[in-house]
């Protein structure tokens, strides 16, 4: 059984850092593209970052020079650097793991994802 775990979230004041990190159970990351997704209160969940197995990353353009993927195969494990962190940055954080049948949707798409999610972990960046 597969499962996420994501972790690191908090509390911070705008310009701030986080690391948040997501650990994989169940199955080896290695040969996946793994994704961060965002969701705020109200909002639709949102594509953030990816890194794809030979580690090239993709971001939205909000989070471009501010946020870095990146990803630990020894450790089965994907972090997301945040740098800057804006207010509206605020959300809960979700890794995905990609599906299986998903690789012609792009590594952007939340269709290329398994559609297994853990918990989240909350980032609230304060003004």
């Known amino acids: 059984q597969v499962q996420l775990a994501e972790s690191g979230g908090g509390l911070v004041q705008a310009g701030g850092s986080l690391r948040v990190s997501c650990a994989v159970s169940?199955?080896?990351?290695?040969?996946?593209?793994m994704g961060w997704f965002r969701q705020a209160p109200g909002k639709e969940r949102e594509f953030v970052a990816a890194?794809?197995?030979?580690?090239?990353?993709a971001y939205v353009e909000s989070a471009k020079g501010r946020f870095t993927v990146s990803r630990d195969n020894a450790k089965n494990t994907v972090y997301l650097q945040m740098n800057s962190l804006k207010p509206e940055d605020t959300a809960a954080y979700y890794c995905?793991?990609?599906?299986?049948?998903?690789?012609?949707?792009?590594?952007?798409?939340?269709?290329?994802?398994?559609?297994?999610w853990g918990q989240g972990t909350l980032v609230t960046v304060s003004s």
């Open positions: 995905a793991l990609e599906g299986d049948e998903s690789t012609y949707y792009s590594i952007t798409d939340v269709r290329r994802y398994s559609g297994i």
């Open positions: 890194i794809s197995r030979n580690g090239i990353t």
């Open positions: 169940g199955r080896t990351i290695s040969r996946y593209v």
